[in-house]
């Protein structure tokens, strides 16, 4: 197999030869979801950030929604990671409690 081989997208055997693509995978944590306050690097504005949910990209992006109706603010899912404007670590650890999740304030 030649370095030219490697590009190929179509053969007179098989045809149009597609990408496998592969589905991005939830991290594998410990099984404890992360609360924190975070403001560095943030131009002073403060965002509560949730790790380690450990749910499908799908899943993940119903719960910030969910969550950001909770507190009644913006958000967004970067990375795995859930991050919420303002701070509201005591709504979202209770939230994230009541579904079942064993969850920790981390940080400072």
Partial sequence: MTARDDKLVYSTVKGRIAPEVSS???PRGDGIVRVRRETQ????KTVT???GVGVS???LKELAGELKRLCGTGGTVKDWVIEIQG????KIVAALQQR??????AGG
């Fill in 57 to 59: 990209e799908d899943k």
């Fill in 100 to 105: 079942g999740f064993t969850v920790k304030l």
């Fill in 87 to 90: 701070d509201h670590r005591d």
């Fill in 24 to 26: 991005p995978r939830a």
């Fill in 41 to 44: 690097g943030r131009g002073g």
């Fill in 49 to 51: 950030s949730i790790a």
